[in-house]
């Protein structure tokens, strides 16, 4: 059993930056590849950005590319998202996932464990 806990969520302006990290309990972390998603009010969750378990290779959605970084400490369980030059759209609940694979996948039905999600709010 895999559990996350997101922290880093909150309230930014256009342009800002917010980092949100994820921590895995369990001794298995370094062999499962993790995800970011988010869920706007009144729309389907969707892929943000995912790593796979050696932190190589790692896919971001078009909307997010150039803007979010994806990395991974596997010394301390941990997976961030280092988020800059904000946008309104990208407001909502963003939930940390983690799948039973070493490789990342784009669907949310691939990945097994979520977090609880932290809201990011971002005001123009």
């Known amino acids: 059993q895999v559990q996350l806990v997101e922290s880093g969520g909150g309230s930014v302006q256009a342009g800002g930056s917010l980092r949100l990290s994820c921590a895995a309990s369990?001794?298995?972390?370094?062999?499962?590849?993790m995800g970011w998603f988010r869920q706007a009010p009144e729309k389907e969750r969707e892929f943000v950005a995912g790593?796979?378990?050696?932190?190589?290779?790692?896919s971001y959605a078009d909307s997010v590319k150039g803007r979010f970084t994806i990395s991974r400490d596997n010394a301390k369980n941990t997976v961030y998202l280092q988020m800059n030059s904000l946008k309104p759209e990208d407001t909502g609940v963003y939930y940390c996932?983690?799948?039973?694979?070493?490789?990342?996948?784009?669907?949310?039905?691939?990945?097994?464990?979520w977090g609880q999600g932290t809201q990011v709010t971002v005001s123009s």
């Open positions: 790593i796979p378990w050696s932190g190589g290779s790692t």
């Open positions: 369990g001794r298995t972390f370094s062999r499962r590849a």
């Open positions: 996932a983690a799948r039973e694979s070493i490789w990342l996948a784009l669907s949310a039905y691939e990945y097994e464990y």
